[in-house]
């Protein structure tokens, strides 16, 4: 377990020192938005066989996502939604914190980016498109949205060869603490 929390320690202090060296190198090269004023793109006009069969109404899957210019790890979850239908617009704010503290999202449950939906449920990090599609097909009663904190090596953008570290999928609550939604021991559980 120390590990696993080392690494991910590691990972984000990383993320944190690419961030302070983007706002003060690069500020001019990105671009400023925040998630009030966001941009929407087109719903998907047809899903995947896979994908379809979760029975989710595709204008849900038209996604936001709020993260810095120089992520690889992001544009790899953006890859894996887009293979699955996703329609998917991108926004680099000036800040990302305050996305974050926008949607309300506290620091232990933040990761490197945030994905809006079009219907306003909120996805953070390294979400799992099987577990999107089980979300927006029937949210939990209090629920937003979903989190993956941090940066589990594995994770859909995060892959490293065969490596792979267990996580939990949490819920973001309206009120309260977040919740268990599903726990992931095995990267065949991230596939649609």
Known sequence: ??????????????????????????????????????????????????????????????????????????????????????????????VLGDVFADHDVAVDLQSCHLALSAGGAVFVGHVPVPFILEYLKDPPAGARGLTVPAMPVGTPGMEMGDEFDPYEVLVLTVDGPPEVFAKVTKASQQSV
Request: charged share 15%; proline share 7%; glycine share 12%.
């Open 1 to 94: 377990m120390s590990h696993l929390v080392s690494r991910r320690v590691l990972v984000m202090g990383l993320l944190g020192v690419g961030t302070v060296t983007l706002v003060s190198g690069c500020g001019a090269e990105s671009n400023s938005s925040s998630s009030a004023g966001s941009t929407q793109p087109a719903p998907p006009t047809a899903l995947p066989e896979n994908v379809d069969r979760y029975g989710v109404d595709p204008a849900l899957l038209a996604f936001t996502v709020f993260k810095d210019p120089s992520c690889g790890c992001c544009g790899g979850w953006v890859e894996h939604a887009e293979a699955n239908g996703f329609s998917v617009a991108i926004e680099h704010p000036d």
